[in-house]
């Protein structure tokens, strides 16, 4: 029977700024397993001042944990049975869920989608209302939340030595992407004996795009199945909703994370729909969306999303 775990976010469990294979695993679990993984989000140039709840663990792991050559703070990696290179790790979000009352927002010099035009650093606090799921904004005005993990997935090719967390890859990391909500499914291929899955970078609210650098960034819980999945081969991430199928791309040129995005897509209507490649091209055209991932981690994603109402039965 899957066991259920929970991985807490302390010192031991954390990882700052970077993925790397060589991590030695903070938790073993089953193909199947389940778990709960508390995450953190904030270097300490980025917390409140006093009156504000801190999540258990967070100033610990400011004051013990080496930094790393990105700001996100990664729990794991979890080593997961019989998960081997060539395999995919299925990844069902069971639930994720806001681990504190506030979040915030950076702008930073040379960063951005706008350098040019917002030159100066910015770092504002919002308060998050957890019971009515609503972000309340220093200008006025309130945003629903709709949480997720920025930056998750499983350890990068041993021979990449250790990756910088800012750039998202076929690995995944910080993919930033906002329809990764509770209830989706996310398959990532495998690069290393026992997947090695992490996650943090929680995000409480994002628009495609991200391009002011930063979402709502905040600490989150999130409930997770990993499952091995030795009947799949994947060159990139792709997830899906109960609605849609979700491929993604990723590269420096925005216009070359789309045709990525896109080919994967019309690799995926073909496995599953058995039709033509010109015709799974034209049915993307018809029924397909492209959307900017995110514009801000020097590779660029872009998302390719299809109702699964568009393929034939």
Not at 90 to 111: K, M, T
Not at 269 to 289: F, H, K, N, P, W
Request: aromatic content about 6%; overall charge negative; some cysteine.
């Amino acid at each position: 029977m899957p066991t259920h775990h929970h991985l807490p976010s302390r010192p031991e469990t954390v990882h700052w700024g970077f993925w790397d294979a060589r991590l030695e695993p903070v938790l073993q679990v089953e193909s199947g397993d389940t778990f709960t993984i508390d995450t953190l989000s904030g270097e300490p140039e980025d917390m409140p001042g006093s009156g504000s709840t801190v999540v258990e663990g967070h100033r610990e792991v400011h004051a013990r944990n080496q930094r790393g050559p990105g700001p996100h703070f990664m729990t794991g990696p979890i080593h997961v049975a019989g998960a081997e290179p060539g395999d995919v790790l299925q990844v069902r979000l069971l639930d994720i869920a806001l681990r504190q009352d506030w979040g915030w927002n950076l702008q930073l010099p040379l960063h951005g989608t706008l350098p040019e035009d917002f030159p100066e650093k910015r770092l504002i606090h919002i308060p998050l209302d957890r019971e009515a799921m609503e972000a309340r904004l220093p200008w006025g005005g309130k945003l629903p939340l709709r949480p997720f993990f920025g930056n998750f997935g499983v350890a990068p090719p041993a021979h990449y030595g250790r990756c910088n967390s800012i750039v998202p890859r076929e690995f995944g990391g910080n993919l930033d992407n906002k329809e990764l909500v509770a209830g989706t499914t996310v398959y990532f291929p495998v690069f290393n004996e026992g997947a090695l899955f992490s996650a943090g970078d929680g995000h409480a609210v994002q628009g495609d795009g991200e391009v002011c650098l930063t979402a709502i960034e905040t600490c989150l819980t999130g409930t997770v199945e990993l499952s091995v999945r030795k009947d799949m081969t994947l060159a990139m991430p792709r997830a899906e909703t109960a609605e849609s199928w979700i491929t993604m791309g990723l590269n420096e040129d925005l216009d070359d994370a789309a045709r990525q995005a896109l080919r994967e897509m019309i690799d995926l209507i073909v496995e599953l729909a058995g039709l033509r490649r010109q015709d799974a091209y034209s049915l993307c055209s018809l029924a397909a969306d492209l959307r900017i991932t995110q514009m801000v981690d020097v590779n660029k994603g872009v998302h390719c999303m299809l109702p699964k109402s568009a393929l034939p039965a």
